[in-house]
């Protein structure tokens, strides 16, 4: 169902607001570059400081803009399952295809939690939902077990799998086969992870690379592995350099010196120290994106 190169788009910011014509201006660039779905509210979309009404009107935004082109899979998680529930219901009427759902956080609950979570939420809204599982900001890791279980939901179809641990990623595949589509969350992993059977990315180089991103998964999939394969290699520096400081601070830095938003964070995220910021600049030079 998703698949390919999925932006996890930034949320530009004016004056403190939602710059509403950046962010459309960034979807048409992405559909125009080969994006293949489109997620607001991620973590990279800032979603932590949008309050509700911003949160809603992002994802009802992006739906109107991106207009069916491609998939929009609204972030929706929090770390109150009644909450999740709420902000996904709100994703589902705005029109969204698909819902991200990110691991509880802070509370760190048990797998017997996650997966009763889980399922009072797919229970509750019946659009197809997308595991998140970052243990780097949640605290807590979905095992592959947990992850088998939530397989047999019907309208959980997809994890995004940012534990950078490829055993781990192989044993939620053997133990889901078809039942689930796993994409990677870190773009590091693009590739190794398609070899392992994924089917994409939720990436944030794809923000400043789009074109890239969707090649080397077209390729991929296509059995072109060479070619891929030497788009991953061009990508590396990119992917690191994407994660030098906290997403999404690198990412909308490199956009506001590529000209296409402004340079706005919302506390407590805030520029980059100067001597990374020099480091993010000679990445986007060595790829001619500035």
Known sequence: MFKGSIVAIVTPFRNGKVDEKALG??????????TNAI???????????LDYEEHHRVIRFTVEAVNKRVPVIAGTGANATDETIMI??????????GALVV?????KPTQEGLYRHYKAVAEAVKMPIVLYNVPGRTAVNILPATVARLAEIKNIVAIKEATGDMKQASEVIRLCGNKITVLSGDDFTTLPLMALGGKGTISVSANVAPKLVSRMCALWEKGRFDEARKIHFQLEPLNAAMFIETNPIPVKTALALMGKIREEFRLPLCEMAAANRDKLKKALKDMNLI
């Open 88 to 97: 996904t219901k709100e994703a589902k009427k705005s029109g969204a295809d």
């Open 39 to 49: 997620v607001p509210c991620g973590t990279t979309g800032e979603s932590a400081t």
């Open 103 to 107: 691991a509880p956080y802070y509370n």
């Open 25 to 34: 201006d960034l979807i048409e660039w992405h559909i125009k570059q080969g």
